[in-house]
């Protein structure tokens, strides 16, 4: 099979091209199933926390108008998969893949341009708070100390991720 026609099955039981995506091959449903599942960290957390959730809280703390894009942020990870941000930075043609299906995520569902400035520093903001509640060993992360002091991150199971996405979704389209 040539790289253009390699897929992965998707939950909906699409085939998801990653070398040649077509907007049609995106669904909602998608993402919401398949980001419920994968766990934050690479897993090396106390409990199970999902990508899922973390893009609830993103759009629960957004500005009304990025609510959409806090809420899709992270969408290209149920496709690709969440890559650790040491590693990732250095696969060069991964973040090509990442960059070209978050465009046409973004086309699919109507967010202007690229990924906001304040989702980036929210991301950042709620990146702390997971870190102090998930993580047993405090370690500097070399990263800003922005956090939204009202946050309480709780564990959702995945079923709960993928119905509070999918509530958060319907209410924005």
């Not at 998608?30 to 759009?59: E, M, P």
Request: proline content about 4%.
């Amino acid at each position: 099979m040539s790289k253009e026609d390699s897929y992965i099955q998707t939950w909906s039981g699409k085939q998801f091209k990653p070398f040649n995506i077509k907007e049609e091959d995106i669904c909602i449903a998608d993402i919401a199933h398949g980001l419920s599942l994968i766990c934050r960290y690479t897993g090396q957390i106390n409990n199970f926390y999902s990508v899922g959730q973390h893009s609830c809280y993103i759009h629960d703390y957004a500005p009304m108008e990025l609510k959409a894009w806090g809420l899709l942020h992270d969408a290209s990870e149920a496709y690709l998969t969440d890559i650790n941000r040491p590693t990732k930075q250095y696969l060069t043609e991964y973040l090509a893949l990442e960059h070209n299906l978050m465009s046409i995520i973004a086309k699919k569902y109507n967010l202007a341009g690229e990924m906001p400035q304040t989702i980036k520093n929210l991301d950042m903001a709620i990146l702390n708070n997971e870190k102090e509640a998930l993580f047993t060993t405090q370690l500097d992360w070399n990263i800003p100390n922005w956090k939204l002091d009202e946050l309480v991150i709780e564990y959702w199971p995945p079923e709960r991720a993928e119905k509070e996405f999918l509530d958060r979704f319907s209410r924005l389209y």
